[in-house]
Every structure is written in structure tokens, then in C-alpha cells.
């Protein structure tokens, strides 16, 4: 047998060295997908397009008319396809599902469309043989792929899994819609300035993007502030008019979500806020242009930036504005779409799913009643059935802190006829758990919507969320029964058939076969390209484990693609990286609960093993960290100061340099993620046990062949679950531990016993990594020895050390190692988002497939 040839049972697998190359050439059958689109008229289309909407010539064009020119081609095969589904939902009267979220983060599209429209190498091919040059610089199809920003429309996990969950709705051919804002600017973009995280604006092409078409004529009229003047109708009953009211407008756009093979093409509906009017003419007659133009600038705001502050009470009116201004322009448009087609409201929650992404929108249950009794004048009842049929919430977090509240009094200043509704509720709720549990006062003050503490009240979103929605899901198997147990226990009590779980996945169109072409032709030659759209077939890789020559390609794709994150490293950072050492990343949200702080800790003990003990680690190391501090997140942004104070010290060390290396990228993002994830040997998924509701940068680092080393937290479990004990490194207490840790919590007692824990301990109360701001890390040791280390990084550390070093002597067996990385690629099937959105359509939303 030829060394290009592997073979494995029944099946022989021939490859070439240029099989292997991570060029963003698709190879896997892609383009055979879909046979009815057209290509022949692409490069005049193109040519067209240049002249008529930039009015260039294709030679004077530049960069952005380029880019902007191939996607509006693009575009039109996409809202054809977009036209046809539509009419298929209309044809079969469909029960359609609206996802509303606060952050949809999308990354950059083009790519993604052309793979799922099936033309992806198609169009490289006529775009590199067009011989497009800017300025006298050649410019071919990557150069047109690389130059897309990310849109900014989200943040981290929710708005990624909500993006996910969008492209494997139109993928299985189900009538999906996502519903957003179309923020001017992201969370922020983030640069390190002497080793701080400093934030600037986050300013994406929201006006002039190509993916985005305005949709004239479909204005939402959203009436925000004002009072309740209490009336009476003409037979006598209570009659709130909700008057002095102000119009915010809110202007939809859309963004086309192509399935994979190109067949569905549903919608991601985003909305801009405008005032209702320019401004006020008489006060512009009168020469005061700024205060007649203020108003108009207030409302705009509500769409300008994700996530405004909410440290004070302005900051928190703009926040719950923003929420219901999302809130608001969804209901009108789903009611809207329904009324077209029905003319009552008898089969609304039988045509109609709202899934509720989290509490952001939780006043949807108050803006469906207020729809429903005040403009289409349905009696209470019947209202209330309709919206608890129609809704469903989604849980993110077990963090009672992270699930919002809001003071009654700024509800009431904002919507005061959403309080006034939520207080009914909240009235007919605690008069039926008076019938349920009688004379139980705890247990109705625990399950009020409505908070009373010290003369003020505070609306619970989560509990109204409940409350309305007929299914609370978690994310993860062990998150969804901590949201019974822990989290809302007595709601569980009550209704035990609402709760349920669906465990989160991961698009594997983006995150494996664009974000890792190699890898995915590898997979593709030796088992056909049928697991794109189920990922369950990666199973039948299995068969390879003991094929050597397939593992040497394995291990030459995970080389390759860590070539090309050292060169990431290289331009951003200025620094070589040699990519023959264990890569172990830890990217996401920093975050205390991620523990990120555990990663350093450990850095410090390898380091100072080299330093004092003259121990070196079994195999050269290099950590890469990534991710994001909330801007008011103190302790977060000094955990990112410490990452760089770590590596500055290390790195210039001559000893413990040629060991460790410490790296971080900044300004992580989908576009970033997809070129990192490829590269990792490692993952880091360390977050405290019972604090991570499941995770899916756990899921993308698996599929890529990355060994995860984490705790028996969130979706890890059920990693560990699939793909086995022998190729995943468990350490650290488990959720049943924490509370005793933290209750019998002794920081003497830990340093004790461990004298590698009391040294990285004292280095953080010394100067090592601060020489030139003294005390700085001081925060950071006084929460963990004096502050009761909430997030148990002394009980873990020794767990964590000698898992880490497990791990390093498995990597020296290289045959074995990737064989493990093999393994995880092949078993994390389960982690698709097809599978999660197969179970929300068949328990939750109950949507079907509606194929050509």
C-alpha cells in the first residue's frame, strides 16, 4: 500500500499532500447541492453592478465597491430563494416560530452563504480568473472573503447560539424567524493599552451593509412613556387609556438566513429606532435647533449601541427602553403576518411560536396581553390562554444576580400600562398559589412577579417569563435540573411539565466546515460530505482510528492550522510562536466563574517550578487567551492586566521562556474564533462546577479535534458522555461540592496544605508581575484569601495542576493523542444545532419541515 492511501475495514481512502493545505478552498461536494442556480451571467452580473450601483468601471474600482458588488450578487440567488420559501409557508398555512433575542452574533456572512447556497468554489473560480486588481495590488476571492467585518449584533455565547440556531431552522427547512436590533455599534472593540483592556467603538456597516435590506413600508409605531388615566367604557367597566404617550418608530430590516443546500431561505428581522417626527418645527422656528432636534436623538439612541450601561437610573430607563422597543416591534410584525391570513385570533398560539431567548424580552408576555385586551379587544381570559400557548423561555444563567429585575417605579415611568398588566398577573398567579398552597406566605413572596423589599418594589423578569410561557428549558442536562433544584425550585413544584431541557449545539457549517476546510476535505474523502447536514455521521471516522496514515493527516491538518494562528499571533502581537508546542486556549467572556484566574494560577506554578525547582514541564507550552471584559467589570479587567503582567515576565525570560509562552489576542469575535479554534490542542473549559449553564465554545473546540480539559460543569458532562473518560481531562469538585466549599471555606487551611498553591498565592500579593505599578494584582489575592473565594480557585488548583500534567505526558505519545483528538472530533454528533432544533420543533414549538 501507497503511504497517499489509508485504509480502514471495508473502506480505502486515497489523498494528496494538496488535500491537506488550509487554504479556504471547500471541497467537500458542496457545490452539488443545489443544481439550479445559474452561474453563467456572474461575471457580467458583477461587472454590472460595478457600473450601475458604484459608477465604476470593474478596473477603477476599489476594495469596498468589490466586496460590496460580489455580495449583491450573491444577494439576488439568495431573496429569490427567499420569495419561494415564503410562498411555501403561505401555500401550506405554516405555524411559523419568532426567536427573539437581544444579540444575534452572526460573523461574517459571505462565506457562510455561498457554502450553504452551494456555490462557494464556483464563485472562487470565477473571481480569481477575473484578475481583479485595486490600485495596481492584486485582489483575488479570499482577499474578498477576509475583508468582511463582523456585524455587530451581539456579544458572546447567547447571541452566537441564537445565530446557530437561525441557520440550522432554515438548513431542516422549518419556518424560523429571528427577531433583533440593528445596533449602529457592537459592545465595544477592544485593544490591550500596557497591558489594560481599553474599550472604543464598535462601528459596523449597519447603514451601508449589503445582507441588509431595508423593508419599506413595514414601520412599527412604538408608544413609550406618558401615564394611565384611569376611565370607564360606555358599559360601565375599567377603562385605562394609556395617554401623553411618545412615538418611537422603529424601521425594520432583514437579513436573508440561507440553509444549507440552498432550498429554505427564511429571515433574521432587525430594527433601527427613529423618532416619529424630524423634530418640532415651532421650536426650530424659534432658532433652538439643538433642544428641537433632542428628542429625535434621545429615541435614535435606543439602536445605537448593545447593552448600554445601566449603572444609573437614565442608563436603566435607556436599557428597559431598548428591551421593550425589541419587545414591541416583534409582536406588531408576528401579529401582523398572522392577520394576513386569519382573521381572528381563535388559532393564534396554534400558528404562532415565540421562543424567548433569555429575559432581555420577558416583557413580551405583558406586550402580547396589552396587544391583545387594549388593541384587539379580546377579553382577559382568552388572552392569557393565547399568550401562555404561544410562549416559551429559554434559561441562560444560574446566577440568581444575572436574572433581571427592574425598579417598578422606572417600569412605571417607561410603560405604565405594561405595570399595570403585570400587577394583574401577578395578582390571578398568587391567588392560584393561595389555592395550591394555602396560608404559604414564603412561598408566595419567593414567587411574586412582584419583589417587595423596603417600601420599593422590583419586577422579576425570569418569574414573569415563567409564569407566561407554557415551557422553561435550560441548556444543558445538568443546568436544566439546577433550574428545578436550585434556581426556581418552587416553580418546578408547581408546574413540573413546563420545564425541560434542550442542550445547546453548534452549526457545523460554520464551525467545522468553513471555519476548518482541511479538516472537513479530510472527513469528506473519507466518508462523504453527508455529515454537513447530519453530524451524526462523523461517527464512521471511527473506523480510521488505527489507520496511521490517517492519523498522520489528522495530526498534519492540526499543524497547519496552528501555523496559521502563530501567524495571527505574529501580526497582531509582533511575537513568534513555535507551532510544535501544545497550544492550550482559553477563549471566551473573561469572567470570574470562567477562571480564567485557575489558568494563571497554574501558569504561575509552571513557571515557578522552572524558576526555583529547576522542573521543566514534560513538553513546551504555549497558553493563548482570548475574550472580552465587561466595561464595568473591575475584576475582570485586572484578571486581563495579570494575563499580560504573567507574560511579560515570562516571555522575557531566557529559562522559562523556551517552556512557556503566555499570549493575548485581543478583540475576539466570530472571525477571530474561526481561526483560532482549528489551532487548539487544548481547551480550556474550567469554569466553576454548577456556575456554567452549558457552553458551546466547549462544543467548537471538540468537533475540531481539541482535548478538552474542564469540570463536571454545564455541557462538559455530556462531552465526557460521548466521548469517553480516556479522551477528556475531568478534574476539580463537583456542583454537589460547592456549597460545603464555600460555607467551611479556611484560606489557611488550603495554603497548609499545599506548598505550590501558597507560593502562586503569594505571588499575587508580591510585586513578580507588576514591578512597575506595585499592588496592583492585590484585589485579585485579597478576594481569594480574605474574600472567601467564591469561585473555589484554592480547592481546585491542585486537581487542576495534576490534571494539566496528566495531560502534558499524554501529548509526548503522538499516535495516542491523535487518536483522542480523533475521537472527539468523531463523537460530538450530539453537539449539532440541527439536533437541538429538531427537539425545540417537536416539544416546544411544534413546527415541522416544509420541503419543496
Known amino acids: ?37 445559474d452561474l453563467s451571467d456572474f461575471k457580467e452580473s458583477v461587472c454590472s453592478i460595478v457600473k450601475y450601483a458604484f459608477g465604476r468601471t470593474i478596473d477603477d474600482a476599489g476594495i469596498v465597491d468589490l466586496f460590496n458588488t460580489l455580495c449583491f450578487v450573491v444577494r439576488r440567488y439568495m431573496v429569490d430563494r427567499k420569495i419561494e420559501t415564503e410562498k411555501r409557508y403561505q401555500d401550506n398555512d405554516v405555524k411559523r416560530m419568532h426567536y427573539i433575542s437581544m444579540e444575534f452574533l452572526t460573523g461574517p456572512l459571505l462565506a457562510n452563504n455561498l457554502i450553504n447556497l452551494g456555490i462557494y468554489d464556483k464563485c472562487r473560480q470565477i473571481i480569481n480568473e477575473m484578475n481583479l486588481k485595486v490600485n495596481g ?37 422549518m419556518p424560523g424567524f429571528g427577531y433583533g436590533i440593528n445596533y449602529d455599534y457592537g459592545l465595544f472593540r477592544q485593544s ?19 445582507w441588509l435590506m431595508r423593508m419599506s413600508g413595514e414601520k412599527c409605531r412604538v408608544p413609550v412613556f406618558g401615564r394611565i388615566e384611569e376611565s370607564e367604557d360606555m358599559e360601565g367597566e375599567y377603562n385605562p387609556m394609556w395617554v401623553e404617550w411618545k412615538l418611537i418608530v422603529g424601521r425594520p430590516h432583514d437579513i436573508a438566513i440561507v440553509g444549507y443546500g440552498g432550498k429554505t431561505v427564511n429571515r433574521l428581522r432587525l430594527f433601527s429606532a427613529w423618532a416619529s417626527e424630524d423634530f418640532d418645527m415651532h421650536i426650530f422656528n424659534e432658532g433652538d435647533y439643538v433642544k428641537a432636534v433632542e428628542e429625535k436623538i434621545q429615541f ?20 428597559l427602553v431598548q428591551e421593550y422597543f425589541l419587545v414591541a416591534c416583534s409582536v406588531h410584525d408576528i401579529i401582523s403576518i398572522y392577520l394576513k391570513t386569519h ?146 425550585p418552587d416553580f418546578y413544584d408547581l408546574w413540573p411539565e413546563k420545564f425541560n431541557n434542550k442542550t445547546n449545539g453548534i452549526t457545523p457549517r460554520r464551525w467545522l466546515l468553513a471555519a476548518n476546510p482541511a479538516l472537513s476535505r479530510l472527513i469528506c474523502d473519507a466518508i462523504g460530505d453527508n455529515w454537513i447536514s447530519d453530524l451524526e455521521q462523523l461517527k464512521e471516522i471511527e473506523s480510521f482510528l488505527h489507520d496511521k496514515a490517517f492519523l498522520e493527516a489528522v495530526q498534519k491538518v492540526k499543524r497547519e492550522n496552528k501555523i496559521r494562528l502563530a501567524d495571527i499571533i505574529m501580526q497582531s502581537l509582533r511575537i513568534d510562536v513555535d507551532p510544535d508546542c501544545i497550544f492550550d486556549i482559553h477563549a471566551k467572556r473573561i469572567h470570574e466563574y470562567k477562571r480564567q484566574l485557575l489558568n494563571v494560577m497554574n501558569i504561575i506554578h509552571l513557571f515557578l517550578t522552572i524558576r526555583h525547582d529547576g522542573i521543566t514541564p514534560h513538553w513546551p507550552r504555549t497558553f493563548i487567551f482570548a475574550g472580552k471584559a465587561a466595561p464595568g467589570y473591575f475584576m475582570a479587567k485586572l484578571i486581563i492586566r495579570l494575563i499580560h503582567g504573567v507574560a511579560d515576565v515570562i516571555n522575557k525570560d531566557r529559562l522559562a521562556s523556551k517552556w512557556l ?30 456556575m456554567e449553564a452549558s457552553g458551546t465554545g466547549n462544543m467548537k473546540f471538540a468537533v475540531n479535534g481539541a482535548l478538552t480539559i474542564g469540570t463536571l460543569d454545564g455541557a462538559n458532562i455530556e462531552i465526557k458522555d460521548e466521548v469517553g473518560d480516556d479522551n477528556i481531562y475531568i478534574f476539580g469538585h463537583k456542583v454537589e461540592d460547592i456549597a460545603g466549599l464555600r460555607s467551611s471555606f479556611n484560606a489557611v487551611n488550603w495554603l497548609k496544605k499545599d506548598r505550590y498553591l501558597q507560593r502562586v498565592v503569594a505571588s499575587l500579593d508580591s510585586d513578580l508581575f507588576c514591578a512597575g505599578e506595585p499592588g496592583i494584582f492585590k484585589p485579585i489575592h485579597y478576594a481569594m484569601v480574605n474574600g472567601g473565594d467564591y469561585y473555589c480557585h484554592m480547592a481546585d488548583f491542585r486537581s487542576y495542576v495534576e490534571t494539566q500534567n496528566r495531560l502534558e505526558k499524554d501529548y509526548l505519545e503522538k499516535e495516542k493523542w491523535a487518536q483522542k483528538s480523533l475521537l472527539n472530533t468523531a463523537r460530538t454528533g450530539k453537539f449539532s444545532s440541527d439536533r437541538t432544533i429538531r427537539e425545540y420543533a417537536q416539544n416546544i414549538w411544534n413546527i415541522s419541515s416544509i420541503v419543496m
Open 192 to 210: 490591550i493599552v500596557a497591558g489594560y483592556q481599553r474599550e472604543r467603538p464598535d462601528l459596523w456597516f449597519n447603514k451601508t451593509s449589503p
Open 661 to 690: 509562552k503566555v499570549f493575548f489576542i485581543p478583540d475576539y469575535k466570530v472571525s477571530l474564533a474561526e481561526k483560532i479554534i482549528p489551532g487548539a490542542d487544548v481547551s480550556e473549559q474550567i469554569s466553576t462546577a454548577g
Open 343 to 488: 382573521e381572528n385570533f381563535d388559532s393564534f398560539h396554534e400558528k404562532v411560536a415565540i421562543q424567548l431567548n433569555d429575559t432581555h424580552p420577558a416583557i413580551t408576555v405583558a406586550e402580547l396581553m396589552r396587544s391583545f385586551i387594549d388593541v384587539h379587544s379580546l377579553e382577559w381570559d382568552d388572552a392569557w390562554n393565547i399568550t401562555t400557548h404561544t410562549l416559551g423561555y429559554t434559561n441562560h444563567t444560574l446566577m440568581p444576580e444575572a436574572l433581571e429585575k427592574w425598579p417598578a417605579s422606572i417600569v412605571r415611568k417607561v410603560i405604565p400600562r405594561h405595570l399595570q398588566i403585570i400587577h394583574e398577573i401577578n395578582r390571578r398567579f398568587l391567588a392560584l398559589i393561595e389555592s395550591k398552597y394555602p396560608g404559604d406566605h414564603e412561598r408566595a413572596q419567593r414567587m411574586s412577579i412582584v419583589e417587595r423589599f423596603d417600601g420599593s418594589e422590583n419586577i422579576r423578569m425570569a418569574h414573569l417569563a415563567i409564569v407566561g410561557s407554557h415551557s422553561v428549558n435550560g441548556v444543558a442536562a445538568i443546568h436544566s435540573e439546577l433550574v428545578k433544584k436550585n434556581l426556581v
Open 137 to 173: 495590488v492584486d485582489i483575488d476571492f479570499d482577499d474578498l472573503i477576509d475583508f468582511e467585518p463582523d456585524p455587530a449584533l451581539g456579544n458572546g455565547g447567547l447571541g452566537r447560539l441564537a445565530a446557530c440556531f437561525l441557520d440550522s431552522i432554515a438548513t431542516l427547512h
Open 1 to 37: 500500500m501507497s503511504d497517499n492511501t489509508m485504509t480502514s475495514n471495508d473502506a480505502t481512502v486515497a489523498f494528496s499532500e494538496n488535500d491537506l493545505t488550509t487554504s479556504n478552498a471547500i471541497s467537500c461536494s458542496t457545490d452539488v447541492t443545489v443544481t439550479d442556480i
Open 300 to 319: 435614535e439612541n435606543i439602536s445605537k449601541i448593545l447593552y448600554p450601561s445601566d449603572s444609573n437610573e437614565e442608563g436603566k430607563a435607556l436599557r
